[in-house]
């Protein structure tokens, strides 16, 4: 919701440049060429109905596939905490003397359920490798892409004035692109720390109480789930917390250099 308001926020100021910033002249939001006059109406009207339908439509477009992408994500982070929940339902035995064929009922069924709890988390693995090599290649260039705009924004920013629309807008553009970089970051590092938890989880069952098959088991999961799930965009970049905050240093690393050679 934040990132949504951020973006319907940053395109309602864009529309007000015009009106505010150059209210001595007509002029459209955008710099670009159009089949109309700006000095004639109505040209002018149409011609700026036009682009803000069209940017209002583009921001929609990129919300909708950003949250499908998410979406996506999230929804492996609660397949593995349905896992989870899953293997606390493994229970030591009960205290009282059970007859030989009760007990192991109860194994094989706790044998049951663990299997069924491996076979649910590889299930999870092909579905995120998959979620990958569809979304990896978008997701890559919206980081590399992030870079160069906070640069230039934070540039443009310093730039023009401080009390015309035009700033307020690019600080806000800022903020959303921002936003939406760390939205992604986030997911991708709460998939990763939900792998972790669930081999915790894993380890924690009393597996003491069970049977040989149940410890073998056991340790072909343990194994497995040393690697953690992690989301990758462009099969490279890890998305994780850390990697936010080094796109962040590499950003402003970026605009200092740029700044200064403006100077």
């Not at 940017?55 to 477009?61: M, N, Q």
């Not at 949250?67 to 999230?74: N, Q």
């Not at 936003?179 to 720390?193: A, H, K, R, V």
Request: charged letters at 20%.
């Amino acid at each position: 919701m934040f990132f949504l308001t951020s973006a319907i926020t940053t395109c309602t100021l864009w529309a007000m440049i015009p009106l505010f910033d150059d209210a001595g002249s007509r002029s459209f939001p955008f710099k670009i060429w159009m089949p109309v006059d700006p000095q004639k109406s109505p040209h002018y009207e149409v011609g700026y109905v036009y682009q803000m339908i069209t940017i209002y439509i583009s921001a929609c477009l990129f919300i909708g596939v950003d949250s499908t992408t998410l979406s996506m994500i999230m929804f492996g982070c609660a397949q593995i905490e349905i896992i989870m929940e899953k293997v606390r339902q493994l229970q030591p035995l009960s205290n009282i003397k059970l007859k030989p064929y009760k007990r192991k009922q109860q194994i094989e069924e706790k044998n049951a359920l663990f299997i069924e709890c491996i076979k649910h988390h590889q299930e999870v693995v092909k579905y995120i490798e998959k979620v990958e090599d569809t979304y990896h290649a978008n997701i890559f260039f919206q980081l590399s892409g992030t870079v160069a705009i906070v640069c230039i924004v934070g540039l443009r920013i310093s730039i023009v004035d401080k009390s015309s629309v035009q700033f307020y807008s690019m600080v806000n553009y800022m903020v959303t692109m921002l936003s939406q970089l760390f939205l992604y970051c986030w997911c991708g590092n709460e998939l990763t720390i939900r792998s972790q938890d669930l081999r915790e989880v894993i380890y924690q069952t009393p597996w003491y109480d069970f049977d040989r098959k149940f410890c073998r088991l056991l340790w072909v999961a343990m194994e497995r789930m040393k690697r953690p799930i992690i989301f990758k965009a462009g099969h490279y970049i890890a998305l994780s917390r850390p990697t936010f905050v080094s796109i962040l240093r590499s950003s402003y690393s970026y605009f200092a250099v740029l700044n200064q050679a403006n100077k």
